[in-house]
């Protein structure tokens, strides 16, 4: 979200100012992170919370002090005027950063704000009433040209200028899911948007920083998906599997979660990004080398049930399940729940991009999976909903037989090969050699290039398997609230 930044901004004097006094008493930081904007501008961000803890920081630290402060207040708390004096003021909401339009329409259409601040750049005359903004919204935010022309900006900074080395897994996360957005708003209006140029460099990190992953931390979201297990294993916990969700479905199902909140965060899958490999080692908690049948699911289930146990939870206490209606009793401690939907759209398009936005918001519509997180967190569930692969487009170049292990007949973007098994001269040029990240050194693994899959030639086709970045970096979603 580049021009909703550029917006808060302004209206922080961010340039300007060393000592920012937020006032966001209706959780404007709900809508848009902004505290990562003034932590990236150099501000200590200080949540104001007891006026006499603060007194004390204020006096000790930051009176005499040339650092960049930003304290937030999230209610109607006291805040003294000699302070107040020393800070530049400023509200925080909807109503501020738009003030020409009606904020109670806008506020339902949070997830697009970029865009309608992208539009709202244009918007010269005060379209406040419920009716003239929802007029703007769906004849100027949503209109072909405007979806068009923020894409087409948004592409030309998608990647950073410099170094490409110096992107951190953390930088690829932030990049997957603008191009998620973008992918989802050039599909919603049906234009063609081609952001596929990033998976070159993408590849590099794959090849160079991919299999350090393991030895990182991160607090908001486990970096790869075989830590999920021990990241979400406290109380009472229920993981939702949206099997080969991608960001770029994610980001058609956020548009229907009605009255659930959460937070968006994102991990990474594992290579080769099959079901039988990545879904296995988030329910396992192992890596694909740790087990006894990495290219089948048939131990999923007593996997997951020894990584629970390892967690502290008994047999009695876990349930594996698939389906809406998990079969939760009052001893069920920690569920994960398997929705295979998403992947069988996946595997039967034949219309790309734009078959699986119509697909995946019919499919979110119908409102099973918010029925199932409700129940869930009605029962007082913590509840996670990540996905173990992602997809993305490809072209048939034929298809092959008995070339290998056969890990997933679904899947058509890669090759195990054992023994000292070699790859025909004619596949040589569709596939790189992956070098086995966290995988059984006894095989040689093989994935296809971006944008080609074993289908039959030249046939269009949603799949995965690969090392895109649409494969391989997932959502991670943690609710927080139920409405």
Known sequence: MIMIEKRIAELFSIQYEKRLLIFDTGRFSAVFDYTRLLIAQNFEVILYEDIEAF????????????????????????????????????EISL???FPKLHEDTVRRYVKDIDLISFAYEELYSSC??????????????FSKENVKAYCEVMIKILLPSGDKYDITS???????RKKALI???????????????????????IFDGYQRLSGESNKPAPKILPKVIDFIAHGKVALIVLDGMSLFDFEVISRCLEGIEYEYHCSYALIPTTTAISRQGLLSGKYPRELESPFALSQEEKNFIKAAENAGYSKAQCLYAMGYNPAISHFTKFAAVIINDIDNMVHGQKQG???????????????????????????????????DHGNTPCVGTGTIRNAGVEVETKSRRMLVLKDFAEIKDSLADKVVMYPGYYLDKNYKYYVCKPGVSFDNKNEEVMTHGGITIDEVIVPFIKVKAVI
Not at 366 to 372: P, R
Request: charged share 30%; no cysteine; glycine share 6%.
């Open 183 to 205: 992918d989802y708003y050039a599909a919603k209006a049906n234009i063609p948007i081609d952001t596929g140029f990033v998976n070159e460099e993408f590849e590099k990190f």
């Open 353 to 387: 991009r734009l078959g699986m936005y119509n697909d995946v918001l019919l499919w979110a519509k119908n409102g099973k999976l918010q029925a199932l997180i409700k129940d869930l967190y009605s029962q007082g569930f913590n509840v996670y909903v990540t996905s």
């Open 128 to 141: 406040d009433t419920r009716e003239e903004t929802e007029d703007f919204i769906s004849g100027t935010v």
């Open 170 to 176: 953390f930088g690829w996360i932030e990049i997957a």
């Open 95 to 97: 109503r501020s950063i």
């Open 55 to 90: 007194r004390l920081k204020y006096e000790q630290e930051i009176r005499n002090s040339d650092n960049k402060y930003a304290v937030i207040v999230y209610s109607d708390i006291y805040v003294p005027y000699d302070i107040r004096k020393k800070f530049f003021e400023v």
